[in-house]
């Protein structure tokens, strides 16, 4: 299967606002459900000064989880990935990695001052940090209130 990122718009909203994940996982995605619908939300109330684009992850035609991107395209390392998750009834096939790649990608193309692309995870959740350590992403050291970790992944500097 070929997985795309798409940005959620006027004609999958609906669709995505059905995704969810297993109950004993919310707490490691986000404190409310449906989670897409306070994603999107934030794509209107812009928090913390950023932008936030919400993606509709496919596996070829059928809509399998979501993330979203929170930046300031103007700087070199306020680039977030937020709410990244892999529908419950498509977890277990390899997607996220692959959804992950495809983020990375994404944001090298359309973001070419970004030298860094940070993340939050709650220390429990072992699946998503071996994940994420594969890529490459690192724990700055960083802890938010919430007990979440801080990870990044730095780009070289070179063109």
């Known amino acids: 299967m070929t997985i795309t990122l798409s940005e959620v718009n006027a004609n999958n909203w609906r669709e995505a ?5 297993h109950p004993e996982q919310m ?3 986000a404190e409310y459900a449906p989670i897409v619908a306070g994603a999107l939300a934030k794509a209107y109330i ?3 000064d950023l932008i936030w684009l919400p993606y509709a992850i496919y596996a070829d035609a059928q809509l ?4 979203e991107l929170a930046c300031n395209p103007a ?8 709410h990244f998750f892999i529908d419950q009834r498509h977890q277990g096939h390899g997607y996220g ?8 990608q994404l944001v090298q193309d359309g973001y070419p001052l970004c030298r860094e692309i940070r993340l939050s995870v709650h220390p429990e ?3 998503a940090v071996r994940l ?12 938010y209130d919430n007990g979440e970790l801080v990870y990044a992944l730095r780009f070289s500097t070179q063109s």
């Open 64 to 67: 399998i989880g979501f993330l």
């Open 125 to 127: 959740n072992v699946t």
């Open 46 to 48: 812009r928090p913390y």
């Open 75 to 82: 700087t070199k390392n306020r680039y977030w990935l937020y």
């Open 27 to 29: 707490r490691f995605v």
């Open 97 to 104: 990695k692959q959804a992950l790649q495809a983020f990375i």
């Open 17 to 21: 606002l059905q995704l969810a994940v």
């Open 132 to 143: 994420y350590s594969q890529f490459g992403f690192q724990p700055t050291g960083e802890v």
